[in-house]
T-cell receptor, first 115, second 110 residues
Framework: NAGVTQTPKFRVLKTGQSMTLLCAQD?????MYWYRQDPGMGLRLIHY???????AKGEVPDGYNVSRLKKQNFLLGLESAAPSQTSVYFC??????????????FGPGTRLTVL | KNQVEQSPQSLIILEGKNCTLQ??????????LRWYKQDTGRGPVSLTI?????NTKSNGRYTATLDADTKQSSLHITASQLSDSASYIC?????????FGAGTRLTVKP
């Protein structure tokens, strides 16, 4: 099993450009998440999904959109990139969302730079 | 606001030495607390999880402790190895809301 995969691994954008980050998981997990990780800060939740066709806002959703058309895929979109969105983005998935079995499995990350 | 604070921010130790990382949290009521290890350039990987009824749990050379009264957890690494060099992240859970600490960056030198 590949676990959680993310594409691309690196990307450089100019301010105002758009892009989509793709996350895929092969563990049949219901829950999927998008985080951003900035130096000196903990992982912050952008959006999450509790199942196919559903999405919800996390802690820092502004400037991002998501879609979960298929259970195994979770897309993160930036419609008009800004330098403040320079970060490392992680996707994660889990079998459940709470309780002692809520282990999240993370992808390898996408390093995004917005010039 | 629920917060998870970790200390120290960074730590350098010699190979073979022990170390302890701290996590203080204010998530309440407490559900569970998990420690993750994040190697450079990789995503976090779970090391251990503790519920409020547990006060210690081991995973090889890693031992996590929890004091629910003082809302403190620690991660003790025994006989450190070069491969332990990583960031260690504490995550607190409260009613399906999770809060990540900023992590402790551990460097193990030969």
């Amino acid at each position: 099993n590949a676990g959680v995969t993310q594409t691309p691994k690196f990307r450089v954008l100019k301010t105002g450009q758009s892009m989509t980050l793709l996350c895929a998981q092969d563990m049949n997990h219901e829950y999927m998440y998008w985080y951003r990780q900035d130096p000196g800060m903990g992982l912050r939740l952008i959006h999450y999904s509790v199942g196919e066709g559903t999405t919800a806002k996390g802690e820092v959703p502004d400037g991002y959109n998501v879609s979960r058309l298929k259970k195994q895929n979770f897309l993160l979109g930036l419609e008009s990139a800004a330098p403040s969105q320079t970060s490392v983005y992680f996707c994660a998935s889990s079998y459940v969302v709470g309780g002692p079995y809520n282990e999240q499995f993370f992808g390898p990350g996408t390093r995004l730079t917005v010039l | 606001k629920n917060q998870v604070e970790q200390s120290p921010q960074s730590l350098i130790i010699l190979e073979g030495k022990n170390c302890t990382l701290q996590c203080n949290y204010t998530v309440s009521p407490f559900s569970n607390l998990r420690w993750y290890k994040q190697d450079t350039g990789r995503g976090p990987v779970s090391l251990t999880i503790m519920t409020f009824s547990e006060n210690t749990k081991s995973n090889g050379r890693y031992t996590a402790t929890l004091d629910a009264d003082t809302k403190q957890s620690s991660l003790h690494i025994t006989a450190s190895q070069l491969s332990d060099s990583a960031s260690y992240i504490c995550v607190g859970w409260h009613n399906n809301d999770m809060r990540f600490g900023a992590g402790t960056r551990l460097t193990v030198k030969p």
